[in-house]
């Protein structure tokens, strides 16, 4: 609090503040897994008060311009895409199409013979991406004309 009688109060606050050393424990890896596994409570308190509190994206979750950029790099050739199982695109033709890209699992809409979205995607260190029905965009979105129709070739083909 500033007290309107000595102007030099928030200079002072501020230099004590500065000067004090954070425990060790409390590093700042310690934090980040705190608010990650106490997000929720974290934003029903949020809601409750004044101060609006933006989501904690967990450290578990993929982000759907990561997830967009592995299938890019699949359309210019720098990964390696497999299907997983025996069905091939043509055969599944309105179902979700598993694919393998070194070690990460994307399941991919196939909607009469058209790719449509990304369902799911698991990067090799278990990290997530999932497709939400209410969200602006998914992984596929994020592509240019010519990466989705390149994309749905390397797909048929597999």
């Known amino acids: 609090m500033i007290h309107k009688d000595d102007p030099n109060a928030a200079t002072e606050a501020l230099k004590r ?11 700042q890896n ?9 997000a929720k409570d974290l934003i029903e308190l949020g ?19 990561e997830v967009s950029q592995v299938l890019r790099e699949v ?13 091939t695109w043509d055969e599944v033709y309105a ?8 070690g990460w699992r994307i399941t991919i809409y196939n909607d009469c ?12 260190d278990e990290q997530r991406w999932d497709f939400d029905p209410g969200a602006r965009t998914d992984p596929i979105a994020l592509l240019s004309m010519w990466e989705h ?9 597999l």
């Open 75 to 87: 359309i210019l050739g720098r990964r390696i895409m497999a299907k997983v199982g025996e069905q």
């Open 47 to 65: 809601a409750q008060s004044a101060i609006p509190i933006k989501r904690v994206r967990p450290q578990n979750e993929l982000t759907t311009r």
């Open 149 to 157: 129709q390149t994309l749905e070739r390397l797909l048929k083909a």
């Open 17 to 27: 503040k500065q000067g004090r050393t954070r425990p060790e424990f409390l590093n």
């Open 113 to 124: 013979d058209e790719l449509d979205y990304c369902e799911q995607a698991v990067s090799p």
């Open 95 to 102: 179902c979700h199409f598993l694919v393998d890209i070194e």
């Open 30 to 38: 310690t934090l980040d897994r705190v608010a990650h596994g106490h």
